[in-house]
């Protein structure tokens, strides 16, 4: 497979997450073979921490009662604190979806206008159901990703399903290249404010060797600037030199808000080969070059069904620029 444009749960052996609000994130690992990617794996990944959390592709069979604000944490012995213990300290749910947020409006650190619009789906073969069914069906056409688990743990796993298609942007990017694509009219509408983060980076930070755009304007393409010599900074900065994970965090940061939603963000893969990034190793094996290493979309519109609580809800974003705002738009 060169090219990839659509997730599915018996395509992928991990899938990522940033999102982007207070909330914390979580990892969801499909149990099935993955030949997205070139057979790279997917995980998940939060600039505050992340949490595993298995998938399966068979439904329950019986009800399993609501553990999700039960902690395991360790207690005793010395060392480092353990995970579960620094997540029950901070009243995270290890996994468990976050309550149906509210609308509202929110403004990014980057300075651009969230409006998050939150509309409730009957759970079950009126709603919830043939939502799911029908994101499938468009999975095989459309950009897009399904996350869903049918698995509960007391603190570390929760059953529910996020999923999106026909996502406005596309980041991906492999070796010290990156693409910013816009895949419609709401995505080209964010670009000019990712250029001037990017240019930023390039001009102030010096992350960036290079900054293009087409003439259209539907496409942003950066080069990373080459690593450093090993031994020219401290082991505890290596992951901190400029690497496609600068680009990353940059747009982080741009779409990051204070807020009561918890599921905008951005959503994808990672490959292998990004280890390289921060250790320089001379590669034996030969790489297919439609290969990616790193693949995210920032959707605008998300599917999300609570099966424990038996709740489900969409959360529809709009996103206010300089020069516009996407609700003059309606393609996407």
Known sequence: MTTMTNFRLLHLHYILLFLLGDNDAFMIIPSTSSRILHNNHFFVANPSGSTALHVSTEEATTTIPNYNSVMVAKEGGVGARSASQQAAEQNLSLGAPPPRPRSGTYETSGGLEVQATVTELAYGKEGSVPAIENMIDQLDSHKGVLLASSYEFPGRYARWSLGFVDPPLEISGRGQDCTILA???????????????????????????????????????????????????AEEERSRQPSLFSVVRALIELFSFKGDDAQLGFYGGFGYDLTFQFEPIELSQQRDPEQRDLLLYLPDQILVVDQDKHDAWTVSYEFGVKDGSTTTTTEG
Not at 212 to 233: A, K, L, N
Request: glycine share 8%; no cysteine.
């Open 183 to 233: 895949l419609n009219d709401r995505g080209r509408l964010l670009l000019p404010s990712i250029r001037k983060v990017m240019e930023r980076l390039q001009t102030e930070d010096k992350i960036l060797e290079s900054v293009e755009s087409d003439d259209d304007g539907g496409i942003i393409r950066v080069r990373v600037v080459p690593p450093s010599p090993v031994g020219t900074f």
